[in-house]
C-alpha cells in the first residue's frame, strides 16, 4: 500500500514500448464512474425524493461541486470533452456519430496520457466513449479490449417487437433502412420486471469491474502497476429498464413534476427544443408536441428516471465496496461524473440537447484520500474539460499539452479549499444545424449567445437567466438587463471562436 498525498510522488523507472512509461508503486489508483444522462437528482445534492445511498456515502468521503456542467449535453461530445479536456468547440466534435480518430488522429486522451506518462494499466467498461449512430469509440485510448455492453435493452418480451428498434438499430452501428430509422418500430421507455441486477447492463458491468478490481490489485501487489479503470453505467438513460425493486423505492405521487411547461418568455426559436429522442420510446406519442404526452406517462417518466437513478446507485454501491473490502480506498482516486444533464418536463422538455440548466448541470463527485476533505462542498464553477489536468496533476504526471487544444484547468487548489476560485464561469455549447450557442453560466446567471458558426455578430441572438429570481427559467431577460449582458458577452469574448463543423 502507498499513502496518498496532496502530490503524489513517484520515481519513473524505465520506458516502456510505445512511449509508455514503468511506474513506481507511489502512484495513485484511478477509478472513474460514469454515468449517463444523470442529472443531480441525488440525494447528497439535496433531492428529498432521490434514494441514492452509496453515492451519497462517496460524496462524504471527497467534495462535491455544486456548479459542474458538461461542456455539450449529448453524450458523444461530452464524453469527448472528459477525455480530450477540449470543449467541442475547440475541436469540431459537436455530433454523435464524429469519430474521434477522424478529425483528431493524434489526440492524447485522459487514459493514454496516464498509460504513457505514469505506466498505467488503463480499461474500460460499459459506456464510456459513445458507440453507436456510427461512431466507433476509440479502442486506442486503452491498454486491453473495451468490454462492451447494451445501452438499449429489454427483459420483458412485451417491451419490443421482433427484430431491433429504432434506438436498438442506431445503438449498435446497423445502417438505417430505406426511409430511415423512424420506419423501424419503438420500444418501451420503460419497464420493471422481477428480475436480478445482472439482468441488464449496468449488473453486468458492475460485476465485471470488481473482477477487474481484483486483478489490478494482485497486479499492483506483483508488480506495482497502478489501475486507471474507467467503469461507464448506461442508466439513467432510455429506456427506463430497470428491476421492480427500484421501481418499488419510490411512490410515484410524491415524485417531483414539472412545475413549468412552457418555453422561456422571449427566448429565441433557436433555443428551442420538442420531441426528439424521447418520441422514439412507446408510449409517448410519436411526434412533437409535448402537449399530447399524458399527465399518466409523464409520471411514469419521472417515476422511471427515479428508479434508473436508484439501480445505478445500486451498482456503484458495489463497485465503492469492493475497493474498500480488497484494501484498495485509500490508495484510490474515485470520481463520479455524469455525462448530462436531463429534463424531466420542465419547459415542456424532455432528455437533453439543449443549453438550458436541466440539460447541463451534472453531478461531479471527487474522492481523493489526502487531498480532499471528506463530505466538502464547493461552487466553484466547473466543466469536463478540467478533469483530464486535475488528474494529471493528482497523480503528479505532465499537464496534458494536446495536440489538441487543452481548455480545462486543474481543479486541484479547489480540492484542497473548496473555497478556493479558478475561474467565474463554466462553458458549455449547443448546436443547431449552422447554428450555435454559446453559453457562459456564472453562480446566478446564464447568458447564451446564438449566431451562426463564423457568422457576424449583428446575427447574433441572446438569452439570460437569472437563477436567484427565476430558477425555472420563465423569461428570458437578455433585454432587461443590459448591464449583466454585457458582462456575460465579455465573458464570452474571452474564448475563441467557434471551430467549425
Known sequence: MFRLLPVYLTVLIAPLAGGETKASTNRPNILLILVDDLK???????????????????????????????????????????????????TGLYELSDDLRAKLPNAVTLPQHFARHGGYRTESLGKVFHIGHGNPGDPAS????HFKDKVIEYADPASKPEGLTREEAMFQNIQAPPGGMNTLPRGAAYESPDVPDETYADGRVAAETIKRLQQAKARREKDGTPFFITAGFARPHLPFSVPK?????????????????????????????????????FPVPDKNDPASISAE?????????????????????????????????????VILWGDNGFHLGDL??????????????????????????????????????DLFPTLAELA??????????????????????PDTRIRDHAFHAYPKGRILGRAIRT????????KPIGGSQDKAEYELYDYQSDPLETRNLADELPEVLKLHKAILATHPEAHGR
Open 40 to 90: 443531480p437528482a441525488l440525494g447528497c445534492y439535496g433531492d428529498a425524493a432521490a434514494r441514492t445511498p452509496h453515492i451519497d456515502t462517496l460524496a462524504g468521503r471527497g467534495i462535491r461541486f455544486d456548479l459542474a456542467y458538461c461542456n455539450q449535453a449529448v453524450c458523444g461530445p461530452s464524453r469527448y470533452s472528459l477525455m480530450l479536456g477540449s470543449h467541442p468547440t475547440s
Open 142 to 145: 486503452f491498454s486491453v479490449p
Open 245 to 281: 425493486k427500484y421501481w418499488d423505492l419510490h411512490k410515484p405521487e410524491t415524485l417531483p413534476q414539472p412545475a413549468f411547461e412552457e418555453l422561456p418568455e422571449g427566448s429565441p426559436q433557436s433555443a428551442h427544443k420538442r420531441g426528439g429522442e424521447i418520441r422514439n420510446y
Open 297 to 333: 406517462v409523464k409520471r411514469r417518466l419521472i417515476h422511471g428516471y427515479y428508479a434508473s437513478t436508484s439501480y445505478v446507485d445500486a451498482q456503484i454501491g458495489k463497485v465503492t465496496q469492493a475497493l474498500t473490502d480488497l484494501g484498495l480506498a485509500e490508495d484510490t482516486i
Open 348 to 385: 415542456g422538455i424532455w432528455t437533453k440537447h439543449t443549453n438550458y440548466e436541466q440539460a447541463n448541470r451534472i453531478p461531479l463527485i471527487i474522492s481523493a484520500p489526502g487531498v480532499t476533505t471528506s463530505g466538502s462542498v464547493t461552487r466553484q464553477p466547473a466543466g469536463s474539460v
Open 396 to 417: 503528479a504526471l505532465p499537464a496534458p499539452a494536446g495536440p489538441q487544444p487543452i481548455d480545462g484547468l486543474s481543479l486541484v487548489p479547489v480540492l484542497r479549499d
Open 443 to 450: 453562480a446566478r446567471y446564464r447568458m447564451v449567445e446564438w
